[in-house]
C-alpha cells in the first residue's frame, strides 16, 4: 500500500486558506478606504472659497487663451502656473499646486465643431485627503 502524504496536503490548505484571507483583508481595506474618500465632507466656507479658486483659474485660463493660439495652448495653460501637462487621447491635463490646501487640475479638451474652442474643466481637490471639492467647465476661445 502507499502512503499518502497527509502533511504535504495539510501545508497546501493552510497556505490556501491564507491566501484567501490576506485577499478578503484586502478587499475589505480597499472598500474602507473608498468609502472613507466619498464620505468627506466640506463645509459651505470651504466649497466657496474653492469655487472662488476656480473662477480666478478660469479667468487666468481665458487670459492666457486670448494671447495664445490652439496648437499653442499648452504653453499657454504653462504661462498661468500650471506644470507640464498629462496626454491621454485628445485631453490635457494640468496640476498646480498652491500654498493653500487646495490643489487644481484643470483638463482641456478640443471642441467638436469649432477649431478656436476648447472644452476647459477645473477642479479644486483637498490636499489633504485628496478628495474634490468643487468643478467648474466652460469653454476658452483661442487667439486665432
Do not use: C
Amino acid at each position: 500500500m502507499k502512503a499518502q502524504n497527509q502533511k504535504g496536503a495539510s501545508t497546501t490548505k493552510i497556505i490556501a486558506i491564507t491566501i484567501i484571507i490576506l485577499l478578503l483583508i484586502g478587499g475589505a481595506v480597499t472598500i474602507f478606504y473608498d468609502v472613507a474618500d466619498k464620505s468627506v465632507t466640506f463645509s459651505e466656507e470651504e466649497i466657496s472659497s474653492a469655487t472662488a479658486i476656480a473662477q480666478q483659474e478660469l479667468n487666468l485660463a481665458s487670459t492666457a487663451a486670448a494671447y495664445f493660439t490652439f496648437d499653442k495652448r499648452a504653453a499657454a495653460i504653462q504661462s498661468v502656473g500650471y506644470g507640464e501637462p498629462e496626454i491621454e487621447k485628445s485631453t490635457m491635463t494640468f496640476e498646480k499646486h498652491n500654498e493653500s490646501n487646495v490643489y487644481v487640475l484643470l483638463k482641456l479638451q478640443p471642441h467638436e465643431s469649432y477649431e478656436e474652442l476648447s472644452r476647459v474643466l477645473i477642479q479644486i481637490f483637498d490636499k489633504e485627503n485628496g478628495a474634490m471639492i468643487t468643478e467648474l467647465d466652460n469653454v476658452l476661445t483661442w487667439k486665432k
